[in-house]
C-alpha cells in the first residue's frame, strides 16, 4: 500500500525522459511561454474573420456525473481565417455551468461580444500573441482557449507544422483511456448491470484504462465490482467534488469525505480525483494525510499559478491537465513539464470532445512527463462512428497527428445537421483594439 500523498503504483507509469528542453525550463512558472521547440518557423499572421459555430450534437449514450447529466453535447466551434488559410479551435464549456462557471451559451455570447473582436483589432498575431491579447477579459478561459486552438490550427497549416511538433511531442502513439458515467437505475444490482455494460464496450476499444464517475452512495459497489472482473485494469475514480458539503471546507470536509474514502484502499486505485470542491485545497491537503488512495485534482487547476500552489503545497499525487481550464495548450504543456519537474503523475483529461480537440489532445498527450492513459477513447461511444469520425484506439494506444495543425476538420454534414446557430465576426468592423476601461 502506497503511503498517504505518494504517486500512484509504478506498473500503472510509463517512463519520462528527463531531458526537459532549456529553453522551456525557464518558462514553467510564467503566465505566458515566449519559445516554443517549433516557434522558429510561425509566423504572424493577421486575422480576417472570426465565425462562431454553436451545435448541438445528440450523443449515443446518455452521460452522468455528480454534476448532472445530459443526452447531447452543447458545444461551441471557432473557425478563424488569415493568411490565406483558415484554422478551428473548439470550446469545451458544457451546456450548463454545473461542472465550471463557463457554459455554451455563456461562451459563445463572451466569444462574439468580447474576444473575437479584440483579435480581429490587434494586427497580426502568433498562437502565443492570444493570452495577452484577451487579457482584458477576466476569467472565460475556455472560450479564450478555443481562439487560442483556432490560431494555432491557422499558424501551423500556413507553417506546414503539427500540433505535435510545435509542443516538443516526442511520441508516436499515447495511451488512451475511457470514461464511464454514472448509470441510472431503480436499484443497485439494475446499476450494476449497466457498469458491466459500460465497461465492455468501453474496453473493446482496446482502452487500458477506465476512470469511473463516483458520488457518496455510488463508490465502492461500482469500483469493487470492476476490481473483480478486471484484476489488471488501470482504474481511477472522478468525484467531481460530490463528497463536499455546502458550507464546509477544510479539515471538517476532509474528516467527513475519509469516512467514505477509506473503504476504497486495497482497489489499487490510481488515484481519486477531486474528492471535494475545487476551492478547498487545504481540505485536499488534510484528506490525503487521512486515507491511503492517492488524490487527484482537476477542477482546482484553473492556472498555472494555482497548479504551482498546489505542487508547492503537497498533498496532490496525480494531476489532470486540461488545456481548456487553463486557457490553452500552450499554457496546457508548461503545466505538462511543470509537473514533470515536481515528480508528479499526470494525464489529458478529456470534456466529452469532438475529434478536433481530441486530436489536440493526443498531441499534448505526446509530450514527455504524460505518464497516465490520457481521455482520449470513446468518442465513437458518445457520438457515433458517422458524425465525426476520429482517431481509432488500436492495442490501448492512439496514434498521434502529424499532419499540419491539429489534423482534422469539422465534417459539412455535421455543421448542416447539428448548428443551431451561427456568427460571422469581420475584421473591418473592428478597426482598432478597444481600449481598456
Not at 463516483?214 to 476490481?227: H, K, M, S, V, Y
Not at 482497489?267 to 480525483?273: D, F, K, N
Not at 515536481?342 to 498527450?365: E, F, P, Q
Request: with cysteine.
Amino acid at each position: 500500500m502506497d503511503p498517504p500523498g505518494s504517486s500512484p503504483p509504478e506498473k500503472w507509469a510509463t517512463s519520462c525522459n528527463e531531458n526537459i528542453p532549456r529553453d522551456l525550463q525557464d518558462l514553467l512558472s510564467a503566465d505566458r511561454p515566449h519559445v516554443w521547440p517549433g516557434e522558429d518557423s510561425i509566423k504572424p499572421v493577421r486575422i480576417e474573420e472570426v465565425e462562431l459555430w454553436r451545435l448541438e450534437i445528440p450523443m449515443e449514450e446518455a452521460v452522468s456525473a455528480a454534476h448532472g447529466s445530459f443526452h447531447s453535447r452543447s458545444l461551441v466551434l471557432v473557425r478563424v481565417v488569415g493568411g490565406d488559410g483558415e484554422g478551428w479551435g473548439e470550446c469545451a464549456a458544457l451546456g450548463e455551468p454545473s461542472y465550471s462557471e463557463e457554459f455554451a451559451d455563456g461562451a459563445y455570447l463572451v466569444l462574439e461580444t468580447h474576444l473575437a473582436p479584440r483579435l480581429l483589432a490587434a494586427g497580426p498575431v502568433e498562437p502565443s500573441d492570444i493570452g495577452p491579447v484577451l487579457a482584458g477579459i477576466k476569467g472565460n478561459r475556455m472560450a479564450k482557449a478555443s481562439l487560442e486552438m483556432a490560431v494555432l490550427d491557422l499558424s501551423l497549416n500556413l507553417a506546414g507544422r503539427s500540433l505535435a511538433s510545435y509542443l516538443g511531442a516526442t511520441r508516436k502513439e499515447v495511451a488512451a483511456g475511457a470514461v464511464i458515467g454514472i448509470p441510472s437505475g431503480s436499484g443497485e444490482r439494475e446499476r450494476l448491470k449497466a457498469l458491466r455494460k459500460s465497461a465492455k464496450a468501453a474496453l473493446a476499444t482496446g482502452s487500458k484504462r477506465l476512470k469511473v464517475k463516483i458520488c457518496p452512495g455510488w463508490d465502492l459497489a461500482p469500483l469493487l465490482e470492476l476490481r473483480r472482473s478486471y484484476p489488471d485494469l488501470v482504474l481511477l475514480a472522478d468525484a467531481n467534488g460530490s463528497y463536499s458539503r455546502y458550507g464546509i471546507e477544510g479539515e471538517e470536509a476532509a474528516r467527513k469525505a475519509a469516512t467514505s474514502l477509506r473503504r476504497l484502499e486495497g482497489l489499487e486505485l490510481v488515484a481519486i480525483e477531486q474528492p471535494l470542491s475545487e476551492d478547498d485545497l487545504r481540505g485536499h491537503r488534510a484528506l490525503a494525510a487521512m486515507t491511503a488512495v492517492p488524490l487527484g485534482l482537476d477542477e482546482s487547476l484553473s492556472s498555472l499559478s494555482r497548479l504551482e500552489d498546489v505542487l508547492e503545497q503537497g498533498g496532490c499525487a496525480v494531476v489532470c491537465i486540461k488545456p481548456s481550464r487553463l486557457g490553452g495548450y500552450l499554457n496546457g504543456a508548461c503545466a505538462v513539464l511543470r509537473c514533470r519537474q515536481s515528480g508528479v503523475s499526470t494525464y489529458i483529461g478529456g470534456m466529452y470532445d469532438s475529434a478536433l480537440a481530441r486530436s489536440a489532445n493526443a498531441a499534448l498527450a505526446g509530450l514527455d512527463g504524460v505518464d497516465l492513459p490520457s481521455d482520449l477513447a470513446g468518442g465513437e461511444r458518445y457520438f457515433g462512428s458517422s458524425l465525426w469520425p476520429g482517431h481509432k484506439v488500436s492495442r490501448g494506444q492512439i496514434v498521434v497527428g502529424t499532419a499540419p495543425g491539429i489534423g482534422t476538420r469539422p465534417p459539412p454534414t455535421l455543421l448542416e445537421s447539428c448548428t443551431v446557430r451561427r456568427t460571422r465576426c469581420l475584421r473591418q468592423l473592428y478597426p482598432s483594439d478597444p481600449q481598456p476601461c
